[in-house]
């Protein structure tokens, strides 16, 4: 079976400072990635996707940026952390070979930025 | 632009009742519909998923429809449970084919 794991679970880090979430998924090959954005009295909203290693596209203009390194590992990362980047960090998978399949969500990292 | 709107925002009701939470998007060329649970601090977790060409599905006590047409689909579930109390998020499928769109949910309360 699946499993898709994120860390860490919480953060608390100082407007300025840099930021690294990571995600791995187990038990699947070559999975479509993603990092959404929960943000208070706000829904989900995709900031990043990967179809493959080394392939990131970015959905909205932002103080983030996405990697993947590795074919199950995604990092969510910023040089210097803003107040508005506080949110609940969702990273999910989805079987390659269709961008419309199911997608699984992890536990989420929930970031504030003071 | 996809617009995702759930109704009722939140929702209370006393155990083993049925109830129906309601969906509706702007765009009806959609590709799939997705709901999902979501509790307090946690992650989502998948409770069913439509393709645009099928009409409902169904896990256990929970009914999924969809009627892409009028741009709407309903999570029904029986015999309501404490254990069900969450908030529940209705996703959609945008143009790109990877974003899902999410609406705000609503936040179901049971009481035993």
């Known amino acids: 079976s699946q499993t898709i794991h994120q860390w860490p679970a919480t953060l608390v880090q100082p407007v300025g400072s840099p930021l690294s979430l990571e995600c791995t998924v187990e038990g699947t090959s070559n999975p479509n990635l993603y990092w959404y954005r929960q943000a208070a009295g706000r829904g989900l909203q995709l900031l990043f996707y990967s179809v493959g290693i080394g392939q990131i596209s970015s959905e909205v203009p932002q103080n983030l940026s996405a990697s993947r390194p590795q074919d199950r590992q995604f990092i969510l990362s910023s040089k210097k952390l803003l107040l508005s980047d506080s949110g609940f960090y969702l990273c999910?998978?989805?079987?390659?070979?269709?961008?419309?399949?199911?997608?699984?969500f992890g536990p989420g990292t929930r970031l504030t930025v003071l | 632009k996809q617009e995702v709107t759930q109704i009722p925002a939140a929702l209370s009701v006393p155990e083993g009742e049925n109830l129906v939470l309601n969906c509706s998007f702007t765009?009806?060329?959609?590709?799939?519909l997705q709901w999902f649970r979501q509790d307090p601090g946690k992650g989502l977790t998948s409770l069913l998923l439509?393709?645009?060409?099928?009409r409902e599905q169904t896990s256990g006590r929970l009914n999924a429809s969809l009627d892409k047409s009028s741009g709407r689909s309903t999570l029904y579930i029986a015999a309501s449970q404490p254990g069900d109390s969450a908030t529940y998020l209705c996703a959609v499928i945008a143009d790109s084919g990877y974003a899902l769109n999410f609406g705000k949910g609503t936040s179901l309360l049971v009481t035993p």
């Open positions: 765009d009806s060329a959609i590709y799939n």
């Open positions: 439509i393709q645009s060409s099928q």
């Open positions: 999910a998978w989805g079987r390659a070979g269709g961008a419309y399949n199911e997608q699984f």
